[in-house]
């Protein structure tokens, strides 16, 4: 059960990631400490 988590929370970092490197204007815009809260859910 806790490598079903871990790819579950990877996979939300990766998305994350991938939005950060196609948008990296828009997060310097904001300049968000830290990330969104939908990844906390």
């Known amino acids: 059960m806790i490598s ?3 790819s579950l929370l ?3 970092i ?3 990631a ?3 490197i196609r948008q ?3 997060k ?3 300049a968000l400490p830290t990330p969104p809260a ?3 859910v």
Do not use: F, G, N, W
Request: aromatic letters at 0%; zero cysteines; proline letters at 5%.
């Open 38 to 40: 939908t990844i906390e």
């Open 4 to 6: 079903i988590v871990e």
């Open 14 to 16: 990766l998305m994350l």
């Open 18 to 20: 991938k939005a950060v």
């Open 10 to 12: 990877e996979a939300r």
């Open 28 to 30: 310097q815009a904001r």
């Open 24 to 26: 990296p204007r828009l």
